[in-house]
């Protein structure tokens, strides 16, 4: 079957790649692009791993096909850090020791990035709400929950 | 009907690493021309942070800051050898090994600084920041980089070591078929609050306080990451993983992401957690293996609060609501 051409933006750069026509986008940048920071855990869109930004809505890359994707802005975890600086984000997982495996954590910062996008300053109740949809088995999710509510408020102080 | 609270208690003591006809770990440690260390090793690194630990351990040996070692884990074609990483067996097995290794290669380095420096390698000690020292004249002293790049060029000595850890098959007694699986035990203890709903059967832990005696904590932080999920982890086996729920009838199992149950972020019951450092006679400065222990003790816990609060024994886990639910029905007069 004919390939399929797909192009878009990938963390400010762009790509454009020939697909087979039913690729997820979760596939095509593992390993059409080489951005393997979002992760495959379930791929049937449960585990919240392959969390991906997509014109600043929270998507899912396991469950979105590639070709839907034409022309879009996309963002991925290995786009956040700034000529070696991490994202506040980045730095707030380590600093709260909120990773140990490291599969869930792109996801986790996908959806938390998203919600501080929107919320900057969340409450408790909405981080467990925006982190509800990815799963974690290593940390019991408070460490996480606790980097997401600290770089929230490193945000604002930055800002202020 | 009503919402029930109970309290329930439980300790547990948890052997680190087990004894299958003999537990070996080995290590090597060399130096580069530069001095940094590398630490090779067959174990495996799945996140509970033992490049870390171990990159601490050969660092504390050796005497140079941490970041000077790197840790090359987990090819078992090339590497020594390793029993595994399991039964919490790799800080305390893996740990012994690479201070043997460390030592061997520390007496190397202090041998060719000692003849850099004309002293004697008795003479000399570490500063831990990368700098070898004569004891009680520190003004005269020499750079660990300036010692590898000596062995390497100059000198033509390898500076490394080998490092074996083994605890030697125990065989059972005859007569009474005792015997030792392991030779060091990390303790806890764990407090369970609940709340049973007798009507659906629901259970929800409001609190748990755990306290760990896991020998000494070689990373603090790590430790209480490890301790941290893992009570996750026991109170979401006591109540809600299983991929058979009626076993050995396979129905209804689960079979993805979305039919196996575990806590999500909004299902966090309050979590305590104290650690009590008593450093165990074999373990590498003192460690035992705390990454299992962690998620044993809040299952019985947590089965005696449900006890405690609706008058139940569930003696299989997960205790989910209908297990509850029918052992209510059983219990009550007709």
């Not at chain 1, 996008?117 to 460490?143: F, K, M, Q």
């Not at chain 2, 004894?19 to 260390?37: E, I, M, Y």
């Not at chain 2, 790799?90 to 007496?107: F, L, Y």
């Not at chain 2, 990390?186 to 832990?205: I, L, N, P, Q």
Request: hydrophobic share 40%.
């Amino acid at each position: 079957m004919a390939k399929v051409p797909v192009q878009f933006t990938l963390n400010g750069a762009e790509k454009a790649e020939f697909i087979d026509s039913g690729t997820t986008l979760l596939h095509a940048l593992r390993d059409k692009i080489g951005d393997t920071s979002p992760k495959g855990g379930c791929h049937q869109g449960t585990c919240g791993a392959c969390s991906v930004i997509i014109d600043g809505e929270l998507r899912l890359s396991c469950l979105t096909l590639a070709e839907t994707c034409n022309g879009a802005a996309i963002t991925t975890t290995s786009g956040l850090s700034e000529g070696g600086v991490l994202h506040p984000l980045q730095r707030a997982f380590l600093d709260a020791f909120a990773t140990q495996c490291g599969f869930c954590t792109p996801g986790m910062i996908m959806a938390a990035k998203v919600l501080l996008d929107h919320t900057p300053n969340p409450s408790r109740d909405e981080v467990v709400e925006a982190l509800s949809g990815n799963i974690c088995r290593c940390t019991g999710y408070e460490p996480i929950i606790q980097a997401v509510l600290t770089a929230a408020r490193s945000n604002s102080q930055n800002a202020a | 009907m009503a919402i029930r609270r109970g309290r329930g208690v439980a300790a547990i003591n948890y052997p680190t690493g087990m004894n299958l006809g003999g537990d070996p770990t080995q290590a090597l440690v060399h130096s580069t021309p530069t001095g940094n260390f590398m630490v090779t090793l067959s174990s495996v690194d799945l996140g509970q942070g033992m490049k870390q630990i171990m990159a601490q351990i050969c660092a504390e040996t050796i005497g140079v800051p941490t970041d000077r070692v790197v840790v090359d884990t987990a090819d078992t074609d090339t590497g020594p050898h390793c029993m595994g990483t399991f039964a919490s067996r790799g800080t305390h097995r893996a740990g012994n090994a690479v201070i043997q290794a460390a030592k061997e290669a520390r007496q190397v380095m202090l041998e060719v600084a000692a003849e850099e420096l004309e002293v004697n390698a008795s003479d000399l000690e570490t500063d831990g920041q990368g700098n070898i020292l004569v004891k009680g004249a520190p003004q005269k002293s020499i750079s660990i980089f300036d010692v590898a790049l000596s062995a390497h060029f100059k000198r033509g000595r390898s500076i490394s070591g080998r490092g074996m850890f083994l605890i030697p098959r125990s065989y059972p007694e005859k007569e009474t078929g005792a015997m030792k699986p392991s030779t060091c035990y990390a303790h806890a203890c764990t407090v369970a609050e609940v709340e049973v709903d007798d009507e659906t059967g629901e259970v929800t832990v409001l609190t748990v306080k755990n306290v760990f005696e896991i020998g000494r904590a070689l990373n603090p932080k790590m430790v209480e990451q490890q301790l941290v999920g893992g009570s996750w982890m026991g109170i979401s086996h006591a109540l809600y993983e299983t991929t058979e729920p009626y076993y050995p009838n396979r129905d209804h199992g689960g079979t993805d992401f979305n039919q196996y149950l575990m806590p999500g972020p909004g299902d966090l019951a309050e979590t305590q957690i104290i650690v009590l450092e008593r450093p165990s006679a074999d373990g590498p400065f003192g460690a035992k293996g705390p990454g299992e222990m962690c998620a044993n003790p809040q299952i019985p816990a947590v089965a005696n609060a449900v006890f405690d609060a609706v008058g139940v024994r569930i003696d299989t886990l997960p205790i989910t609501p209908e297990r509850i639910l029918r052992a209510l029905k059983a219990q009550a007069p007709n």
